[in-house]
């Protein structure tokens, strides 16, 4: 059948000149745009001329849609059976969903009319290749032909692989997405989210206008003019610095908003408010990456790019559930091993889609990261996949290296971890072996007591072969939230100043203080948890928060209300009126990403445009302009008319930004580091050096420790938590999507067979899951994807969220919480 497939699908090549084609066919001439538009608005069904089938039941298949509602549906009798759609989805997205029936037209593998029954995951792809319409977008909200509106090509708000797209607008408003095709970071690829994922921007729910409490900490938020509501928060964060000092005030940037709007934050929080207490999300995800990453190779910045994932011929993806977290960057890797042959080693507790692409699973009990990845590193030296030219010419510190894992035999790993000793060693010669490898690694890494440790054995794996600093090779800890990266090197964080300054030098502090008019704060730093225990025991009395929702996304979610509540004043400035909204004092309305324009960083440093396709939703305002309006009325001006001069004034600053500027990045943006303004940007890093004080690589022997809660008699699982394909973050935005809220409209908890049937509950059965911080009730989800003994629940749901349930225990060296090891157990609700 797949040879037929391909047969047929290879006579079909070259016919869509489509504008939105994700297939390479010769480049199109005006005739054939003209032609396929003609196509596109007339739609004449091909069956007109002829009858294709015969038959009442032949005739009912026929004219029966095949549907991926509610996002697509493929109508026969308008199909030329150019097979485009047949072709993007196997050789674009590597899915088995589409066949060839017997008379040559696209059908689905299941022998259904339903696309919920094959792999299909709601790209869209072959939607976007049709050149008829017989497969059609039913969440496009416009009346006019996709070839005739007007497109604004962007950056997705949504994960951290920065794809690009084009907005299409009708009347002001959004009314559909399509793939743009100037970015290396997807090349015209789009995931569900990205594609089906944006009627948030037109919710009823947006904030359109400030709310505040006129009437004290009991009183109702109310709506109030823009001055009013600033005059408000200035005079009330005045209030707190001159009662508590830097120590008493706590911010919090966000890996949602742009460059621009975070390096104006920070500025902000470091002068007017004159605090060191600033963080954001990436405390909670990948700052375990970033110590790890500092420490071995001098810099926390990903080595390589998607067109490296491309080149590899050998991956380890490592706690990174990629095909649903990172979709488009799992169509990289599929390219690489479907394509060029490349060996894929997945290391996972859970049975995700990835290993069904896997030449080697390993499944490690939960906790054990550090000593599979040292067992890893053993064999490897045990048989002399090393390289050592790199590590004499490169490298420190190599032979306490080897010593330390010199106890970690396949054998003794197998004890702790219970990965098979044959397994882990044919893992390791995968790597070992290859000329291009490379590491991908998500939270299933750094959400543990023990992150730094597990990436600091990664980063001894690149090290002790040499893949990194060449094509095809490196490592990519992939970024969660879609300007994770650029919030970093905004330092939207405490310890260092824009591009990674650091803090404490004098130099460096003089070099911002000159430019930013005043001095830098001495306080003691406090990161996120820091700042939320800090709220709760009346340390911190005031806080702004922008962009984020730690109601949801914090560990310990009674304690973080807690804090919140015990605040004297709380400014919160979002598109929505979410958990931690609702608790302010004042609301300010944040335009979306598709009413303003700026930068966003994606998971490999590139620097890429964010472009306005609408006007501000209601009295909504760019993130920048809020924070100058504040910090004006606070006494600070800060002289910017848009979002442009911020970024030269970053560029002046920061010497990796040096050469950035939004007008040459309409191209699919620059990957920094990029020094001057014609300097090309850099796909991948560390090709002569490594930014330490050496110029080496320094490998750092790390000990598998079992720490983190543990299951016993009174809570005998332990849950992991983390994300789904459908949905982001704490659900404020893919929640407000009718389609993809149909999808997942409530969480599950993933349970083994054998534990279901030892706590007695069933399938779709409504339970509570309690753990030592909390409780939900949600229903079960009853799979051999989870191991037994272990559940996992996703974090996306306010009403019953999974923070309720987490701890606020912290990884010492990254201050990150433990997000993926909780004590837990399930009980019958009676």
């Known amino acids: 059948m797949m040879k037929k497939l391909n047969d047929k699908a290879k006579e079909g090549q070259g016919k869509n000149c489509g504008e939105d084609q994700a297939v390479a066919t010769a480049p199109c001439d005006d005739a054939s745009l003209m032609a396929e538009n003609y196509i596109q608005e007339h739609k004449l069904p091909h069956s007109l001329s002829e009858p294709v089938v015969r038959g009442d039941d032949a005739l009912k298949g026929f004219f029966t849609p095949l549907q991926s509602l509610p996002f697509f549906e493929m109508n ?18 590597h899915r ?7 008379i040559g037209y696209p059908a689905l593998v299941s022998g259904t009319y339903d696309y919920r029954d094959t792999e299909c995951n709601n790209c869209g792809q072959c939607v976007s290749v049709c050149p008829t319409g017989a497969l059609r977008n039913l969440s496009d909200s416009g009346k006019l032909l996709s070839s005739k509106r007007e497109k604004v090509t962007t950056t997705c708000s949504y994960c951290g692989v920065g794809c690009a797209m084009n907005l299409e607008v009708e009347n002001n408003k959004v009314v559909a997405v399509s793939g743009a095709f100037v970015s290396d970071a997807n090349e015209g690829n789009l995931c569900v989210k990205g594609r089906y994922g944006m009627e948030f921007i037109n919710s009823r729910d947006r904030l359109t206008k400030p709310l505040i409490r006129r009437n004290g900490k009991n009183s109702p938020l109310e ?18 610095k001159s009662k508590y000092g830097a120590a008493g005030i706590g911010t919090f940037a966000s890996a949602r908003a742009t460059n621009e709007d975070n390096y104006v934050f920070q500025r902000f929080a470091r002068i007017a408010l004159a605090t060191n207490n600033i ?21 926390s910045a990903p080595s390589a790019s998607t067109p490296d994932i491309r080149l590899a011929d050998a991956f380890i993806v490592i706690g990174s559930n990629t095909t649903e977290t990172h979709p488009v960057i799992s169509s990289a890797v599929m390219k690489a091993k479907y394509e060029d042959g490349a060996k894929i080693v997945v290391i996972d507790t859970r049975r995700i889609e990835m290993v069904d692409h896997a030449d080697v699973w390993l499944r490690p009990r939960l906790g054990t990261n550090v000593a599979v990845i040292n067992g890893l590193a053993h064999v490897m030296l045990e048989e002399g996949l090393e390289n050592e030219a790199f590590i004499q010419l490169r490298t420190e510190d190599f032979e306490a290296f080897r010593a330390s894992v010199k106890k970690y035999t396949p054998e003794y790993v197998e004890q702790i971890s219970d990965v098979p000793a044959e397994r882990l060693r044919e893992a390791a010669r995968i790597y070992g072996k290859a000329k291009r490898g490379m590491l991908l690694w998500g939270m299933g890494i750094t959400q543990h007591l023990t992150g730094v440790d597990a990436c600091l054995a990664l980063s001894n794996l690149f090290l002790m072969t040499g893949h990194v600093g060449k094509p095809g090779a490196g490592f990519i800890p992939i970024r969660g939230q879609n300007n994770v990266q650029g919030c970093s090197d905004m330092q939207g964080q405490h310890n260092a100043l824009p591009g990674y300054h650091d803090i404490k030098n004098p130099e460096h502090r003089a070099k911002f203080e000159k430019v930013w008019g005043g001095p830098l704060p001495t306080n003691k730093d406090l990161t996120v948890v820091e700042m939320e225990t ?26 973080v209300e807690e804090g919140l509540r015990n605040l004297e004043f709380l400014v919160v400035q979002d598109m ?6 609702k608790l302010a004092d004042v609301v300010f309305p944040a335009c979306s990403f598709a009413e303003k324009d700026g930068t966003f960083t994606n998971t490999e440093r590139r ?8 006007p501000p939703v209601g009295e909504s305002r760019p993130d920048w302009q809020i924070i100058c309006a504040v910090s004006a009325a606070m006494g600070y001006p800060m002289p910017y008319t848009s979002s442009a001069q911020v970024m030269e004034e970053i560029a002046s600053l920061v010497p990796s930004y040096g050469g950035i500027r939004h007008e040459r990045l309409h191209n699919g943006g620059l990957q920094w580091p990029c020094y001057d303004e014609t300097h090309p940007g850099t796909r991948f890093l560390y090709a002569v050096d490594f930014p330490t004080a050496s110029g080496l690589g320094k490998f750092h022997a790390v000990e598998y420790a079992d720490n983190g809660e543990h299951a016993d008699d009174k809570y005998p699982l332990v849950l992991s938590t983390g994300r789904l394909l459908e949905h982001y973050h704490t659900g404020t935005m893919t929640r407000r999507n009718r389609g993809i809220n149909m999808m997942k409209p409530e969480g599950e908890v993933e349970i083994h067979p054998e534990d279901a049937r030892r706590f007695k509950v069933a399938h779709g059965e409504k339970v509570r899951l309690v753990s030592h911080h909390g409780e939900v009730e949600v229903k079960v989800k009853v799979t051999e994807r989870s191991q037994e003994g272990q559940i996992f629940y996703p974090f ?18 990254s201050k990150t919480p433990a997000f993926k090891r909780s004590a837990a157990r399930i009980e019958k609700i009676v």
């Not at 088995?96 to 017997?102: A, P, R």
């Not at 709506?223 to 707190?240: Q, T, V, Y």
Request: hydrophobic share 40%.
């Open 76 to 93: 026969k009798e308008k199909c030329i059976q150019c097979l485009e759609c047949v072709r993007v989805c196997n050789e674009v997205q």
């Open 96 to 102: 088995s969903v589409y066949t060839v029936d017997e």
């Open 223 to 240: 709506e109030a003019g823009w001055d009013e509501a600033i005059r408000f928060a200035a005079d009330s964060l005045k209030s707190a």
């Open 279 to 299: 963080d954001h999300c990436a405390r909670l995800c990948h700052m375990a990456s970033a110590v790890g990453l500092a420490m071995s190779v001098g810099s």
């Open 534 to 559: 800090a709220a709760l025991n009346g340390e911190i009395k005031a806080m702004y928060i922008m962009g984020e929702n730690p109601m949801g996304s914090s560990p310990d979610a009674r304690e």
């Open 576 to 581: 929505f009126l979410t958990e931690t909204a």
């Open 607 to 614: 620097v890429q445009l964010v472009q306005q396709a609408i």
């Open 796 to 813: 996306h749901f306010a009403e019953a969220s999974a923070n309720r349930l987490t701890g606020t225990s912290l990884d010492k060296q």
